[in-house]
């Protein structure tokens, strides 16, 4: 079946504008989850949503870094004001339900350059 | 916080040879544990996990070992292949359920 898709696959971006990067999680996984991984920090997490809430936000750098999710489905990341620490490779992941025995599938990721 | 450790890299090894990363990990509770693999140009994707002390994942000829009283959870191999360049994450899955992962090992097999 079909896999975790994000979009877009890249985008450059001018230093101040506001970005949106897309997930669509596996059908029927209920739990999502931000993740960016750059070459100074490795892999952090960023939020993480049960259905359509977030129980968890604290991985999210700064106010500038916002993200929903609608219809315990698709989600948007929202970075604004970017700057150039915000380039990173953004992943999302999704999992069959909460809890720490299940497995997280990852989308390929969005690659950001902030110029 | 939680926190995991692995082998710092690169690891370059010929064909065949055998091979350990190491990884530990710090976490109140008793995590679940799992290595992910990338390969070059692609995801993230689950090489193999363990739920429980003393529980052993496998996949691909790989495996790892979860050891409670060490809190570890080192990757092995017995023989390894060019196929098996990539770069290897050793993470925990903390109660609140986000997983945490170490910096990464960039293995390259050699022919």
């Known amino acids: 079946g079909a896999g975790v898709s994000q979009s877009p696959s890249n985008k450059v971006t001018e230093k101040g504008k506001d970005v949106e990067l897309r997930c669509d999680p596996i059908s029927g996984h209920t739990a999502l989850y931000w993740y960016r991984q750059s070459l100074g920090q490795g892999l952090e997490f960023l939020i993480y949503?049960?259905?359509?809430?977030?129980?968890?936000k604290s991985g999210l750098p700064s106010d500038r870094f916002s993200a929903e999710r609608t219809g315990g489905s698709v989600s948007t990341l929202t970075i604004q004001r970017t700057q150039q620490e915000d380039s990173a490779v953004y992943l999302c992941?999704?999992?069959?339900?909460?809890?720490?025995?299940?497995?997280?599938?990852f989308g390929p990721g969005t690659r950001l350059t902030v110029t | 916080g939680d926190s995991v450790t692995q082998m710092e890299g690169p690891v370059t090894l010929s064909e065949e040879a055998c091979l350990t990363i190491?990884?530990?990990?710090?976490?109140?509770?008793?995590?679940?544990l799992f290595w992910y693999v990338q390969y070059p140009g692609e995801g993230l994707q689950l090489l193999l996990k363990a739920t429980k002390a003393d529980d052993k994942g496998s996949n691909k000829g790989f495996e790892a070992t979860y050891r409670k009283e060490t809190t570890s959870f080192h990757l092995e191999k017995g023989s390894v292949q060019v196929s098996d360049s990539a770069v290897y994450f050793c993470a925990l899955s903390s109660p609140a359920q986000k997983l945490v992962f170490g910096q990464g090992t960039r293995l390259t097999i050699n022919p």
């Open positions: 949503f049960q259905g359509n809430s977030a129980p968890d």
């Open positions: 992941a999704s999992s069959y339900a909460q809890g720490k025995g299940y497995e997280q599938y």
């Open positions: 190491n990884c530990t990990y710090t976490a109140t509770g008793y995590p679940s």
